[in-house]
């Protein structure tokens, strides 16, 4: 099998390359995001290799096809960026369900201890011999409410973590699972009840803008919120207004929804254009990093070996476990 890998980076290389030889692929790295322009690279290859900020629309998939083109191998676990439906028959659209959500969920951890104790602002400052503590007030965690949004794996590695700390743990999932120690709400009382909101659900239809006007203002003022799932989960210019108006007493972001293009990359020499994403950085309360919450070495590893096993699958006429079809729903 040969596999046009997309956007990668020296990173992504480090197990890829090794594991691909083991299994006798033919591998070809490029930096260039996978779209309408870069989609003739593809041609002779028997599948591609994607990540979160490239995209295969349904225009793009009938030219995969055409091309010859088997698989669209995802090194992730969304697949909000690929036209699902207009594969089918096509094209096999696999996924990494389940890499590490450990690393994921302890990323959401540390975005809230750090935006909470401010411990970015001070290790600036400390750097510069200024001692003064005055800003840094936070809250203490123990017995506060915690709101999880999203149950699934890394939903419950992040349930386990917030347990650490003594909290009261809501939960809300449109497919409840009873064997978890949590007690389930509706959104709506979600929003009102948590002192901290984590999200940890997928990007679809019916989860974008799950966070907006209407459900930020039923929060708390002063509520804590972390995204470490998809960008679009939350509206900006609403989230934007609510910071504005104080709702906030801090938020973590390691996703935003017009990311694309900026994240992963140097712009440090660069004038943004982006004005909210600039507005967001303004905030003295908010933290943002560059999608990295999967980012350890057990997850990439377990990202390269399952991506891999997907398409040794596919080569082998074996079951395909972690292929995504359409919602028949």
Known sequence: MKIMFYNTKPYDRYWFEPMAKDYGFEVHFVEMQCDEETLFLAKGYDAICIFVNDYVDAAMTELLYEMGVKAILLRCAGYNNVDIKAAEGKIHILRVPNYSPEAVAEFSMALLLTVNRFTHRAYARTRDYNMNINGFMGTDLFKKTAGVVGTGKIGQ?????LKGFQMKIVAYDPYPNPALDVTYVSL??????SDIISLHCPLTDDTRHLVNQKTIGLMKKGVYLVNTSRGALIDTEALIDGLLEKKFAGVGLDVYEEEEGVFYE???????????LVRLTSFPNVLITSHMGFFTKEATRAIAQITLENAYALEMGNPLVNEVLPDRD
């Not at 590695?157 to 973590?161: H, N, T, V």
């Not at 709506?188 to 009840?193: I, S, Y």
């Open 188 to 193: 709506e009382e979600l929003m009102k009840q």
């Open 157 to 161: 590695a992040m349930i386990r973590i």
């Open 266 to 276: 140097d712009r440090s020499n660069e004038i943004i254009k982006d004005e909210n």
